[in-house]
């Protein structure tokens, strides 16, 4: 793949990422971190690492455009903020101790689980 093919794919990737956020309000690393591994070709370890740095300014603007349309509560954004920002940090430490096939698997049951939910 040329250069500018995969420079292509990767700007399309980020953009179906901050797409998915912005819809969404999230969820960008349901497709940032797949995409990372199967056309990256990242190891599953940087592919989510990599994943909690991309989606930081797709979720920054995102947020702001949420504030600015109204679309934001204050006491839900400082009760959940406590407890993100600490699972966060628990996260980051338990990904430094998982093989990239834990992380793999993990990740896959946590989305499987999610879409159930949704279903539910």
């Known amino acids: 793949m040329t250069k500018a093919k995969e420079s292509a794919l990767l700007v399309a990737g980020g953009l179906a990422t901050g797409a998915a956020n912005g819809f969404f309000g999230g969820g960008g690393g349901m497709i940032v971190v797949p995409f990372l591994s199967a056309f990256a070709k990242k190891t599953p370890l ?15 603007v995102s947020a702001v455009l949420y504030l600015v349309n109204g679309y934001f509560d204050t ?4 009760s959940v903020c406590m407890g993100v920002t600490f ?3 628990l996260g980051a ?6 093989s990239g096939g ?13 879409g159930l939910r949704m279903l539910v």
């Open 93 to 98: 430490r338990a990904l430094n101790l998982m």
């Open 102 to 114: 834990a992380a793999t698997l993990l990740f896959a049951a946590v989305m499987f689980s999610a």
């Open 46 to 60: 940087c592919a989510h690492a990599t994943a909690i740095l991309i989606i930081l300014p797709v979720s920054l």
């Open 75 to 78: 006491e839900l954004f400082l």
């Open 87 to 89: 699972g966060g940090v």
